[in-house]
C-alpha cells in the first residue's frame, strides 16, 4: 500500500490539534514506514519508528502521550513536549503523571499539585509519591510533603533530602539523623543541609566535617558554605581556597570578602 500524505499528521499537529494527529496516525499504522527520513515539526524531529510506535498503541491518549515522550525527550523542544503532554494528561494516568512531572521540572507547582495528586490514585508507585512530595514542600503543604515524602524515601534515597528539609519544620532532630544517615551514603544536597544546621547551632566542628563530606559529592554550594565558614573563623587562606573551588565547581556567587571590598569603594 502507497505510504500516506504524512503533511496532513503535520499540519494537525503544527496547529495544536494532537489528539486528531494521533488519531490520524493510528488510522494508517500499517501503512507507514520503519525507516526514511524523520519528520520536522515545530523544531523537533519525529523518526519513522518513533511515528509507528504512536500509530500502534491501542488507545488514542496513548498514541498521544507516545508523541508527547518523543518531543520532550529532545533538547529544546521541551515547551513543545509540555504542551503535547497536556493534551495526553486527561486522557490516561500515565499522561497525566508525565504533564506533572514536566510542570515541576519547570517549577510551576501549583499546576504540577492536581494532576500528580490524580496520578497517585491511580499508581501509588515511590518515584510518583516523592515528586508529589517535592511539590508540596515547594508550596508550604508540610504536612502532606511528609506523609508522600516518607513512603518515598523508604525505597528511593533520593527523597531522603526533600524529607529532611520537611521535617526540619519541626522535628528538627529526626531530620538530623535523617541528614547524617544521608550524608554517611553520599546523598546528594544532604551534606550542605546537615552543615548549614549545625553551623547554626555553633556547632562548628560539625559543621566544617559536615561541609566537607558534601565536597566530596561534588556539590560546589557545599564549598562555599565552607568558605564562609573559614572566613567567619579567620582561616583567610583555607576560605580563598575553598572558594576557589566553589568557582570551579559552579558556584559563581560574590563572597562575603568581596562585597565588602565592593561597598567600601562605592562609599
Not at 28 to 52: F, H, I, Y
Not at 53 to 82: C, Y
Not at 108 to 123: D, F, S
Not at 241 to 246: H, V
Request: hydrophobic content about 45%; charged content about 20%; some cysteine.
Amino acid at each position: 500500500m502507497r505510504n500516506p500524505p504524512i503533511a496532513e499528521f503535520a499540519r494537525l499537529v503544527d496547529g495544536g490539534e494532537y489528539l486528531r494527529a494521533a488519531q490520524w496516525l493510528r488510522g494508517v499504522a500499517d501503512t507507514l514506514p520503519l525507516v526514511g527520513d524523520s519528520l520536522v515539526v515545530r523544531g523537533a524531529q519525529l523518526t519513522p519508528q518513533e511515528l509507528r510506535d504512536a500509530a500502534e498503541q491501542e488507545t488514542d491518549g496513548a498514541a498521544v502521550f507516545s508523541l508527547a515522550s518523543a518531543i520532550w525527550a529532545q533538547d529544546g523542544a521541551e515547551l513543545f513536549g509540555l504542551d503535547v503532554l497536556a493534551a495526553a494528561a486527561p486522557m490516561s494516568n500515565e499522561g497525566a503523571a508525565a504533564y506533572g512531572e514536566a510542570l515541576h521540572w519547570f517549577g510551576n507547582e501549583e499546576q504540577a499539585l492536581p494532576w500528580l495528586r490524580h496520578a497517585v490514585t491511580g499508581n501509588d508507585s515511590s518515584f510518583l509519591r516523592g515528586l508529589l512530595g517535592e511539590v508540596c514542600l515547594a508550596l508550604g503543604l508540610i504536612d502532606e510533603a511528609i506523609s508522600n515524602l516518607e513512603v518515598a524515601a523508604s525505597e528511593r534515597t533520593m527523597f531522603g533530602v526533600p524529607l529532611a528539609e520537611a521535617l526540619l519544620s519541626g522535628a528538627t532532630v529526626r531530620a538530623e539523623e535523617l541528614l547524617r544517615e544521608l550524608t554517611e551514603v553520599e546523598e546528594y544536597g544532604a551534606a550542605i543541609l546537615l552543615g548549614n544546621m549545625l553551623k547554626s547551632r555553633g556547632d562548628e566542628v560539625g559543621a566544617e566535617h559536615a561541609l566537607r563530606a558534601g565536597e566530596l559529592t561534588g556539590d560546589a554550594y557545599s564549598s562555599y558554605n565552607l568558605g564562609t565558614l573559614y572566613e567567619m573563623q579567620g582561616r583567610q587562606s583555607e576560605a580563598l581556597s575553598a572558594y576557589a573551588r566553589a568557582r570551579a565547581g559552579g558556584d559563581l556567587r560574590v563572597t562575603p570578602g568581596e562585597w565588602r571590598a565592593l561597598n567600601a569603594s562605592e562609599d
